[in-house]
């Protein structure tokens, strides 16, 4: 979640922590070492912390809010927090962050004039609370994790099922029990999320008494995980195959 494109803040806590203590940090990136790179307006509340206690790093809490790309009834995937110091890069990490964050920006770059600063965001520790569960997550644990090879496409790749293949989506209902099948197949349907190891579809269909859609998860595993885009094409072509199959076994009965 935190090496990914959900919307993320810096809270700086503090007597003065109100809205004027919160930061956007609209690109960050997450080095193979677990540090946290983060670019921010120069004139942010997180820049002038880390300016102000060059000597006392300041505490500080990114929340993360992953919202999916697609419309689906409940839309916020997970939150998380990773707490920790906000720190001023060594010169050979502001190379690195850098290079991991190149591409497309919100504000000029770094080293511009009204360009953001590059701060570290040195973890503590972490919590999430996702589809797969709420956990604690230690500073070890964080720096030995290693960001899904899915999750800078993830976004796109949603997308484009929803758009292109909601037929396909709909048919992956022949792959559950009868009874929720059925179910399945007189609603609507949306993919959700996606990783290496499988893709997770929400099924929805009426509206509950007081309001609101009802509905489920199904997740779909690949017989393995995936290391790239190309592993991705072939794991949905076989999951979809898969259901092509289940539609002959039943029409030949």
């Known amino acids: 979640m935190t090496d990914s494109s959900a919307s993320a803040r810096l809270v700086i806590p503090g007597p003065a922590s109100d809205e004027g203590g919160h930061s956007r940090s609209e690109i960050r990136a997450v080095d193979t070492d677990g540090t946290v ?4 307006e120069v004139n942010s509340p997180a820049a002038s912390a880390v300016t102000d206690r060059v ?9 993360i809010t992953d919202v999916a790309p697609v419309a689906v009834p409940h839309r916020i995937r997970g939150r998380g ?25 919100p504000f000029p770059s770094p080293g511009d004039a009204g360009g953001p600063t590059t701060l570290v965001l040195e973890v503590g520790e972490a919590y999430t609370d996702d589809l797969w569960g709420a956990e604690h997550v230690t500073a070890e644990e964080f720096s030995a994790a290693r960001t899904d090879p899915l999750a800078r496409h993830e976004a796109e790749l949603l997308q484009h099922l929803a758009a292109a293949h909601r037929e ?10 009868p009874a929720t099948a059925d179910r399945a197949a007189r609603g609507r349907v949306a993919p959700l999320a996606l990783d290496r190891f499988g893709l997770r579809v929400r099924f929805w269909d009426g509206e509950r008494p007081g309001g609101g859609p009802t509905g489920f998860d199904a997740r779909f595993d690949f017989p ?17 195959d898969t259901v092509r199959g289940t539609t002959t076994d039943r029409g030949s009965h």
């Open 55 to 63: 000597h006392h790093a300041p505490t500080c809490v990114m929340e």
């Open 168 to 177: 396909h989506l709909h048919g992956l209902c022949r792959l559950l029990d």
């Open 224 to 240: 393995r995980p995936v290391r790239d885009t190309t592993e991705l094409r072939c794991a949905m072509h076989r999951l979809f």
């Open 37 to 40: 790179f983060l670019l921010v």
């Open 81 to 105: 927090w990773v707490a920790g110091w906000l720190r001023v890069p060594s010169p050979e990490q502001a190379v690195r962050a850098e290079r991991l964050t190149a591409g497309p920006r």
